[in-house]
């Protein structure tokens, strides 16, 4: 079974820096396209961040520009450098391939403070 393991959040002021990992438990991690996902509270699940396995990028429109998706194949990790955070980006953050197959992580809490 698939494990995912987040970390890397914490407590930062606006306009501050966060680089989250998450550590995946797969042997054929490189074959496959990982997401960051985020859930704030008292809202859906959501999708920030994608990058294929071929290193292909994309990003939702709120976060376009201040976030990095990136992978690290021989480590098996993906990360997310965040950047001019925002208290709407506080949220739990999560990591899954995107096809939302493996079970989720705990997560890693990110909190923003105005």
């Known amino acids: 079974q698939v494990q995912l393991v987040e970390s890397g959040g914490g407590l930062v002021q606006a306009g501050g820096s966060l680089r989250l990992s998450c550590a995946v438990r797969s042997s054929v991690f490189r074959a496959i396209g990982m997401g960051w996902y985020r859930r704030a509270p008292g809202k859906e699940r959501e999708l920030v961040a994608r990058i294929t396995s071929g290193g292909s990028t994309n990003y939702a429109d709120s976060v376009k520009g201040r976030f990095t998706i990136s992978r690290d194949n021989a480590k098996n990790t993906v990360y997310l450098q965040m950047s001019s955070l925002k208290p709407e980006d506080t949220a739990v953050y999560y990591c899954?391939?995107?096809?939302?197959?493996?079970?989720w992580g705990q997560g890693t809490q990110v909190t923003v403070r105005s």
């Open positions: 899954n391939n995107l096809g939302l197959t493996y079970s």
